[in-house]
């Protein structure tokens, strides 16, 4: 069966790095796009990064432009997200996601808990 099992959260300071990785199994990895999504409990869902089949198109929220980068490996069925200069706002837990969409995966249509294949996610920590 499908699973994502999400690593590498942890506590930082602000401006701080953190790669959190996804391992996917169960599935043609190589044939779906990907996403990263994060909860927190005022804000709910939020949409992260998006990563085509091939890798050779990703997306970001404009929150995370410029700071966070998605990236993933076929060869070995992971998914990564790199993520630096962490604000406290960036505290939440992150998600791997297998999206049901193509937009989805984008962020032109909002994540949906019962929509996709989802891990069980990563906590991530930024205060000083």
């Known amino acids: 069966q499908v699973q994502l099992v999400e690593s590498g959260g942890g506590s930082v300071q602000p401006g701080g790095s953190l790669r959190l990785s996804c391992a996917a199994s169960?599935?043609?990895?190589?044939?779906?796009?990907m996403t990263w999504v994060r909860q927190t409990p005022g804000k709910g869902l939020e949409w992260v990064a998006g990563?085509?089949?091939?890798?050779?198109?990703?997306y970001y929220a404009e929150s995370v432009q410029g700071r966070f980068a998605v990236s993933r490996t076929n060869d070995d069925d992971i998914l990564f997200l790199e993520m630096t200069n962490l604000q406290t706002e960036d505290t939440a837990l992150y998600y791997c996601?297998?999206?049901?969409?193509?937009?989805?995966?984008?962020?032109?249509?909002?994540?949906?808990?019962?929509?996709?294949?989802w891990g069980q996610g990563t906590q991530v920590t930024v205060s000083s």
């Open positions: 996601l297998r999206p049901s969409t193509v937009s989805q995966a984008m962020g032109t249509t909002p994540p949906r808990k019962d929509e996709g294949y």
């Open positions: 990563i085509s089949m091939r890798g050779d198109k990703t």
């Open positions: 169960g599935f043609p990895f190589n044939t779906y796009w």
